[in-house]
């Protein structure tokens, strides 16, 4: 019976184009709460209508190939994917600390595309699977990176600073303290005179991380000195 039931849903009806995109709104919505939840800037209304109109596209187009039977299925879902990519873009950023954020929302928004395209193309079981997946990467991953962090032992850094005395000092901080400075990177401000600087320190104990960065902090002519 039940099988019976899966396999009218397989089918272009009424009844499972319904089911399709009820599925992938909820599917949609566990996917944005999770970015929701960590304030990022596509949250569960972007990642539901993402879902939803991928979905609703993949129908469209199964819709127009029993219209058109000589209608090529793949050229709609091909087009979702290649279009969500505009939009992941804009979620992208490059701090002024030449840090990039918005990595992982644009890759959960491509995904989130691919599980509307899977739903509205009436794969259930990849769909639903994938949306589970996903969800535990984000989830557990994240935890994964925190712990990581632990254990390395290099910390990149964003500084800004008044004069180059602040470079002769870091210098001479980290050869005492056995670090080394790799990356250095220094542009100026011809307005105001300001240095900014972005670097990675190689340390010798993870678990002086917190005094690494104060110590950095505590250079001469130093405004502003955080880790990225």
Not at 22 to 29: D, P, R, S, T, Y
Not at 86 to 107: D, P, R, S, W, Y
Not at 133 to 142: D, G, K, M, N, T
Not at 187 to 198: L, P, Q
Request: net charge positive; proline share 2%; glycine share 8%.
């Amino acid at each position: 019976m039940i099988l019976e039931n899966i396999d009218f849903l397989n089918k272009f009806n009424g009844v499972s184009v319904f089911v399709r995109l009820i599925l992938a709104l909820i599917l949609g919505a566990l996917l944005g709460i999770e970015r929701e939840r960590k304030q990022r800037p596509a949250g569960l209304r972007t990642y539901t209508l993402v879902c939803l109109g991928s979905a609703l596209a993949a129908v469209t187009n199964e819709y127009i190939c029993t219209i058109y039977p000589s209608a090529d299925p793949a050229r709609i879902p091909a087009q979702i994917v290649s279009g969500i990519g505009f939009l992941g873009a804009g979620t992208i950023l490059v701090t002024k600390e030449h840090q990039v954020k918005g990595l992982t929302t644009a890759a959960g928004l491509w995904c989130c595309a691919a599980v509307g395209i899977s739903v509205g193309s009436g794969f259930y079981y990849g769909a639903i699977f994938a949306g589970i997946l996903i969800v535990v990467s984000l989830r557990v991953f994240s935890i994964v990176d925190k712990n990581f962090l632990k254990y390395n032992k290099y910390m990149n850094f964003y500084v800004e600073y008044n004069s180059k005395v602040f470079i002769r000092e870091l210098i001479f901080y980290a050869k005492k303290s056995g670090y080394q400075i790799l990356d250095l990177e220094i542009t100026k401000d011809s307005s105001s005179g300001t240095y900014f600087a972005t670097f990675q320190l190689k340390i010798t104990n993870p678990s002086l991380r917190t005094l690494v960065l104060a110590s950095v902090q505590e250079l001469s002519d130093c405004i502003l000195a955080e880790e990225m």
